[in-house]
């Protein structure tokens, strides 16, 4: 098994991780309902997906 011939510091350490960091979601109107959304996903009040319904939700009604 391979060793390490040196200590890697803490700062060296760190300076690779710098952007190892969490992103926070793209979150978009929906243009139907107005609810906040994710990108590229179905809008989890209405149903709608870029103008269209996608899923039928139920107790509502679909004209």
Known sequence: MAHPKHK???????????HYKA??????KCSNCGAATLYHRVC???GYYRGKLAIAKKGK???
């Not at 890697?8 to 710098?18: H, L, N, V, Y």
């Not at 992103?23 to 978009?28: C, I, L, R």
């Open 61 to 63: 009604e679909v004209l």
């Open 23 to 28: 992103v926070a979601p793209t979150v978009a």
């Open 44 to 46: 989890p009040s209405c």
């Open 8 to 18: 890697i510091s803490k700062t060296r350490r760190d300076k690779r991780r710098t």
